[in-house]
């Protein structure tokens, strides 16, 4: 720490990313990427702008967003593109946050969020789950403050269904919603529709997960025109060229590719269904996910050790060390091979006494 630092920045809890380790080749299950590869279509695309790059980008972002306009049955205006969704949510507590109106979101959900309202030094609300891990929409009114959701939950991979996020938005028309659906692609319903009925809901997405583009950095931010035009007043006070060529390039086609994800993300369903059945059959309580992940936890075993264990065999999965949820590791759904590989390191990791 230099003695530049602003005052208010000396104890910021900054977010810790999963590992990206370099000592040697692992199964890497810790951080939800895709385990395919971006589709044929996106790696042209991303070739061929490679020529043009002593240009700057399209600050509007004009081909991408009519594309996604198309695909979405929506106007350009109601979306915004941010360098990964991430940018999306940190503009948004920029943007509608100050020290009148803070953040409320689940207590288990995103780490990133308690970091923006750190940094934006916010009134924050951390809103414990229910018992089995779930989030109660009632939980969420009357708080007189905005909110922030991750649908599916992460690390939990719980689903919240259209009307409960319907409750929350109808007993908050004062505050800002937002709809986090980093995981949506795999199995859930989006709110999308909902945006034409309230103009308090921001719906956030990324191609990190779904759509195999986790190093590009890209994401949606889908409202109300007001809302993307509040969004667009302070990327243009930070980041105006936010989206390189390259990104805007992969986006566009990752678009037009939209078969080649979905046939993806079925198999990644059905991977995650193995992976259920078989940690399940070994003694494992695994909650029910409709993300790309798994959160699962064994008597025998805790998630630490199991997490260690793991990566001794090769295989890096995450666990988080915040008491209500050590005892779970989460899983990251890759291919049927990787997930095989998985079972068995755990089968004989658990038959060797946890060791
Ligand atoms: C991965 C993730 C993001 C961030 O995605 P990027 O687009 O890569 O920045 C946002 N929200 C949740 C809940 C995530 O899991």
Same mark, same amino acid.
């Given at each position: 720490m230099s003695r530049f630092l602003r005052k208010a920045f000396e104890t910021l809890d900054v977010y810790v990313p999963g590992e990206q380790p370099r000592d040697k080749k692992y199964i890497k299950l810790?951080?939800?990427?895709?385990p395919f590869p971006p589709s044929r279509e996106v790696l042209d695309a991303v070739a061929a702008e490679a @020529?043009? !790059?002593q240009l700057y980008s399209d600050p509007e972002c004009t081909a991408l967003r009519q594309t996604a306009a198309e695909q979405f049955g !929506?106007?350009?205006?109601?979306i915004f593109c941010g360098n990964g969704s991430d940018e999306v949510l940190n503009f948004a507590f920029m943007a509608f946050c100050d020290e009148s109106k803070g953040m409320a979101f689940p207590a +288990?959900?995103?780490?990133f969020y308690p970091v923006f309202g750190d940094l934006y030094g916010l009134d924050c609300t951390a809103v414990p789950l229910c018992g089995n891990f779930t989030i109660d929409?009632? $939980?969420?009114?009357?708080?007189?403050k905005n909110i922030v959701i991750a649908n599916p939950n992460a690390p939990t991979g719980l689903l919240l269904g259209i009307e409960q996020i319907r409750a929350i938005l109808d007993n908050n028309r004062s505050n800002l919603v937002i709809i $986090?659906? @980093?995981? +949506? $692609? &795999?199995g859930g319903k989006s709110c999308l529709p909902l945006i034409a009925e309230y103009d308090n809901l921001l719906v956030v997405q990324t &191609?990190?997960?779904?759509?195999?583009l986790a190093g590009a950095r890209l994401g949606f931010g889908f409202a109300q025109p007001e809302i993307i035009a509040d969004l667009n007043r302070v990327k243009y006070s930070t980041n105006?060229?936010? +989206?390189?060529r390259e990104t805007l390039a992969a986006g566009e086609a990752a678009l037009r590719s939209q078969s080649y994800y979905d046939a993806n993300c079925r198999t990644i369903m059905d991977n995650r269904d193995y992976t259920t059945e078989a940690l399940r059959a070994l003694g494992f309580e695994v909650l029910p996910s409709k993300a790309n992940f798994i959160f699962a936890r064994h008597s025998a075993i805790g998630g630490n050790e199991l997490y260690l264990s793991l990566k001794e065999k090769g295989i890096l999965v995450r666990h988080f060390s915040?008491?209500?949820?050590?005892d779970f590791v989460r899983i990251t759904i890759g291919t049927l091979a990787q997930m095989q590989t998985l079972v068995d390191a755990v089968r004989l990791i658990l038959s060797q006494g946890g060791n």
């Open positions: 810790n951080t939800n990427e895709s @020529a043009s !790059l !929506l106007q350009p205006e109601n +288990i959900s995103y780490g929409p009632a $939980d969420y009114f009357g708080l007189n $986090d659906e @980093a995981y +949506i $692609d &795999f &191609f990190s997960k779904s759509r195999s105006p060229y936010n +989206i390189n915040r008491p209500e949820i050590s």
